[in-house]
Protein backbone atom coordinates (compact mmCIF):
# COMPACT_ATOMS: atom_id res chain seq x y z
CA UNK A 1 0.00 0.00 0.00
CA UNK A 2 1.01 3.09 -0.63
CA UNK A 3 1.57 6.06 1.86
CA UNK A 4 -0.59 8.71 -0.23
CA UNK A 5 -3.40 7.65 -2.21
CA UNK A 6 -4.48 9.78 -4.93
CA UNK A 7 -6.85 8.97 -7.86
CA UNK A 8 -5.21 9.65 -10.80
CA UNK A 9 -8.04 10.83 -12.74
CA UNK A 10 -8.54 12.50 -15.77
CA UNK A 11 -11.83 14.48 -13.80
CA UNK A 12 -13.54 16.54 -16.21
CA UNK A 13 -16.18 18.99 -15.32
CA UNK A 14 -18.14 21.98 -17.00
CA UNK A 15 -17.06 25.52 -16.15
CA UNK A 16 -18.19 26.89 -12.87
CA UNK A 17 -18.33 23.02 -11.40
CA UNK A 18 -17.50 22.64 -8.09
CA UNK A 19 -14.44 20.06 -7.90
CA UNK A 20 -13.02 18.35 -5.40
CA UNK A 21 -9.80 16.51 -5.32
CA UNK A 22 -8.63 14.41 -2.63
CA UNK A 23 -6.16 12.39 -0.92
CA UNK A 24 -5.90 9.25 1.79
CA UNK A 25 -2.80 8.83 3.77
CA UNK A 26 -1.68 5.44 6.02
CA UNK A 27 1.09 7.46 7.68
CA UNK A 28 -0.76 8.97 10.92
CA UNK A 29 2.56 10.98 11.88
CA UNK A 30 2.03 13.28 8.49
CA UNK A 31 1.61 16.66 10.44
CA UNK A 32 2.17 19.08 7.28
CA UNK A 33 -0.51 18.95 4.37
CA UNK A 34 -0.01 20.80 0.65
CA UNK A 35 -1.47 20.98 -2.92
CA UNK A 36 0.35 21.96 -5.76
CA UNK A 37 -0.81 22.76 -9.09
CA UNK A 38 1.45 21.83 -12.03
CA UNK A 39 0.58 22.66 -15.85
CA UNK A 40 1.90 20.49 -18.35
CA UNK A 41 5.79 20.58 -18.24
CA UNK A 42 6.11 23.29 -16.12
CA UNK A 43 7.20 22.82 -12.21
CA UNK A 44 4.55 22.69 -9.63
CA UNK A 45 3.21 25.65 -8.16
CA UNK A 46 1.89 25.86 -4.25
CA UNK A 47 -1.73 26.00 -3.86
CA UNK A 48 -2.24 25.60 -0.26
CA UNK A 49 -0.39 24.92 2.80
CA UNK A 50 -2.14 23.38 6.33
CA UNK A 51 -0.97 21.98 9.59
CA UNK A 52 -3.98 21.12 11.56
CA UNK A 53 -7.30 19.75 10.81
CA UNK A 54 -9.96 21.69 9.90
CA UNK A 55 -10.14 24.52 6.90
CA UNK A 56 -8.53 26.68 5.70
CA UNK A 57 -9.85 29.09 2.71
CA UNK A 58 -7.76 31.54 -0.10
CA UNK A 59 -10.10 32.71 -2.38
CA UNK A 60 -12.03 29.66 -4.93
CA UNK A 61 -9.47 27.25 -2.75
CA UNK A 62 -10.45 25.49 0.26
CA UNK A 63 -7.96 23.29 2.30
CA UNK A 64 -9.64 20.68 4.46
CA UNK A 65 -7.46 18.09 6.34
CA UNK A 66 -8.99 15.46 8.66
CA UNK A 67 -6.42 13.59 10.52
CA UNK A 68 -8.76 11.40 12.28
CA UNK A 69 -9.91 9.92 8.92
CA UNK A 70 -6.31 10.32 7.23
CA UNK A 71 -8.08 12.41 4.65
CA UNK A 72 -7.40 15.62 2.78
CA UNK A 73 -9.29 17.32 0.35
CA UNK A 74 -9.29 20.54 -2.10
CA UNK A 75 -12.23 22.31 -3.21
CA UNK A 76 -12.27 24.95 -6.48
CA UNK A 77 -15.22 26.69 -6.41
CA UNK A 78 -16.31 28.51 -9.79
CA UNK A 79 -13.94 26.43 -11.39
CA UNK A 80 -12.09 27.88 -14.57
CA UNK A 81 -10.78 26.47 -17.93
CA UNK A 82 -7.39 27.82 -16.43
CA UNK A 83 -7.71 25.30 -13.89
CA UNK A 84 -6.96 22.54 -15.98
CA UNK A 85 -3.74 21.23 -14.82
CA UNK A 86 -2.43 17.86 -12.56
CA UNK A 87 -3.23 18.97 -9.06
CA UNK A 88 -0.78 17.11 -6.60
CA UNK A 89 -0.99 16.60 -2.68
CA UNK A 90 1.69 16.50 -0.49
CA UNK A 91 2.61 15.84 2.92
CA UNK A 92 5.78 15.42 5.38
CA UNK A 93 6.39 15.68 9.28
CA UNK A 94 9.01 16.86 11.65
CA UNK A 95 11.85 15.35 11.47
CA UNK A 96 12.29 14.18 7.96
CA UNK A 97 14.27 16.68 6.98
CA UNK A 98 11.59 18.30 4.94
CA UNK A 99 10.63 15.21 2.53
CA UNK A 100 7.73 15.65 1.06
CA UNK A 101 5.70 12.30 0.28
CA UNK A 102 3.70 12.64 -3.01
CA UNK A 103 0.24 11.60 -4.32
CA UNK A 104 0.43 10.12 -7.60
CA UNK A 105 -0.94 13.52 -8.57
CA UNK A 106 -5.00 13.78 -10.21
CA UNK A 107 -5.46 15.26 -13.84
CA UNK A 108 -8.18 17.58 -14.18
CA UNK A 109 -9.92 19.55 -17.30
CA UNK A 110 -12.19 22.23 -16.82
CA UNK A 111 -14.60 22.48 -19.90
CA UNK A 112 -15.94 25.43 -21.51
CA UNK B 1 8.74 36.76 -4.30
CA UNK B 2 8.79 33.03 -4.25
CA UNK B 3 10.77 32.73 -7.48
CA UNK B 4 13.15 29.69 -8.30
CA UNK B 5 15.00 29.99 -10.92
CA UNK B 6 16.45 26.85 -13.68
CA UNK B 7 18.37 27.40 -16.61
CA UNK B 8 17.99 25.71 -19.61
CA UNK B 9 14.50 25.17 -20.29
CA UNK B 10 15.09 21.87 -22.32
CA UNK B 11 18.24 20.34 -22.49
CA UNK B 12 19.52 17.56 -24.94
CA UNK B 13 22.77 15.52 -24.52
CA UNK B 14 24.38 12.62 -26.00
CA UNK B 15 25.53 9.76 -23.42
CA UNK B 16 28.90 11.03 -23.68
CA UNK B 17 28.41 14.41 -23.13
CA UNK B 18 28.93 16.12 -19.75
CA UNK B 19 26.41 18.94 -18.64
CA UNK B 20 24.83 20.75 -16.11
CA UNK B 21 21.69 22.15 -15.00
CA UNK B 22 21.72 25.65 -13.08
CA UNK B 23 19.42 26.59 -9.97
CA UNK B 24 18.91 29.96 -8.31
CA UNK B 25 17.03 31.22 -5.47
CA UNK B 26 16.76 34.90 -3.64
CA UNK B 27 14.54 34.12 -1.06
CA UNK B 28 17.40 33.49 1.54
CA UNK B 29 16.40 29.72 1.79
CA UNK B 30 18.73 27.41 3.11
CA UNK B 31 17.41 24.17 1.80
CA UNK B 32 17.49 23.72 -1.38
CA UNK B 33 16.22 20.23 -3.54
CA UNK B 34 16.93 18.44 -6.92
CA UNK B 35 14.22 16.23 -8.06
CA UNK B 36 13.15 14.25 -11.32
CA UNK B 37 9.64 13.73 -12.52
CA UNK B 38 8.49 11.69 -15.18
CA UNK B 39 5.74 11.81 -17.16
CA UNK B 40 2.08 11.56 -15.42
CA UNK B 41 4.68 10.82 -12.12
CA UNK B 42 5.04 12.98 -9.02
CA UNK B 43 8.27 14.46 -8.40
CA UNK B 44 11.15 12.00 -6.77
CA UNK B 45 13.57 13.27 -4.70
CA UNK B 46 17.34 13.07 -5.80
CA UNK B 47 19.08 15.21 -3.27
CA UNK B 48 19.13 17.79 -0.83
CA UNK B 49 21.17 20.34 1.01
CA UNK B 50 21.24 22.31 3.96
CA UNK B 51 23.79 25.60 4.56
CA UNK B 52 25.46 24.29 1.26
CA UNK B 53 26.19 20.69 2.73
CA UNK B 54 24.39 17.58 1.31
CA UNK B 55 22.35 16.44 3.48
CA UNK B 56 20.17 13.66 1.93
CA UNK B 57 21.16 11.83 -1.10
CA UNK B 58 18.48 9.25 -2.35
CA UNK B 59 20.96 6.69 -3.74
CA UNK B 60 21.03 8.42 -6.92
CA UNK B 61 23.75 6.60 -9.69
CA UNK B 62 27.07 8.46 -9.84
CA UNK B 63 26.24 10.08 -13.00
CA UNK B 64 24.59 12.56 -11.60
CA UNK B 65 26.66 15.10 -9.39
CA UNK B 66 25.50 17.72 -6.96
CA UNK B 67 27.07 20.93 -6.21
CA UNK B 68 25.77 24.12 -3.88
CA UNK B 69 28.18 27.07 -4.75
CA UNK B 70 26.61 29.26 -2.26
CA UNK B 71 23.23 29.71 -0.49
CA UNK B 72 21.54 30.86 -3.86
CA UNK B 73 22.78 28.44 -6.04
CA UNK B 74 22.69 24.66 -6.55
CA UNK B 75 24.22 22.51 -9.84
CA UNK B 76 23.57 19.43 -10.86
CA UNK B 77 26.00 17.92 -13.27
CA UNK B 78 25.55 15.35 -15.37
CA UNK B 79 28.16 12.66 -17.07
CA UNK B 80 27.01 9.62 -19.44
CA UNK B 81 23.73 9.81 -19.07
CA UNK B 82 21.39 7.05 -20.08
CA UNK B 83 18.20 7.72 -21.80
CA UNK B 84 16.07 6.42 -19.02
CA UNK B 85 17.47 9.60 -17.49
CA UNK B 86 14.89 11.72 -19.74
CA UNK B 87 12.75 13.70 -17.41
CA UNK B 88 12.18 17.24 -15.94
CA UNK B 89 14.45 17.82 -13.51
CA UNK B 90 12.64 20.24 -11.38
CA UNK B 91 14.71 22.04 -8.27
CA UNK B 92 13.09 23.43 -5.06
CA UNK B 93 13.82 25.25 -1.99
CA UNK B 94 12.82 26.35 1.32
CA UNK B 95 13.31 28.32 4.34
CA UNK B 96 15.06 25.52 6.07
CA UNK B 97 15.04 21.29 6.53
CA UNK B 98 12.25 20.96 9.21
CA UNK B 99 9.68 18.84 8.44
CA UNK B 100 7.05 22.01 8.21
CA UNK B 101 8.88 24.06 5.67
CA UNK B 102 7.03 24.59 2.45
CA UNK B 103 9.42 24.02 -0.52
CA UNK B 104 8.78 26.31 -3.63
CA UNK B 105 9.71 24.80 -6.91
CA UNK B 106 11.19 26.28 -10.04
CA UNK B 107 9.71 25.64 -14.06
CA UNK B 108 12.26 22.75 -14.22
CA UNK B 109 14.63 21.69 -17.14
CA UNK B 110 13.73 19.33 -19.47
CA UNK B 111 16.00 16.76 -20.58
CA UNK B 112 16.41 14.53 -22.98
CA UNK B 113 19.09 11.96 -23.24
CA UNK B 114 20.04 10.60 -26.97
Known amino acids: QKEVEQDPGPLSVPEGAIVSLNCTYSNSAFQYFMWYRQYSRKGPELLMYTYSSGNKEDGRFTAQVDKSSKYISLFIRDSQPSDSATYLC????????????FGTGTRLQVTL | DTEVTQTPKHLVMGMTNKKSLKCEQH?????MYWYKQKAKKPPELMFVYSYEKLSINESVPSRFSPECPNSSLLNLHLHALQPEDSALYLCASSQALSGGDTQYFGPGTRLTVL
Open chain 2, 27 to 31: MGHRA
Open chain 1, 90 to 101: AMSYTGTASKLT
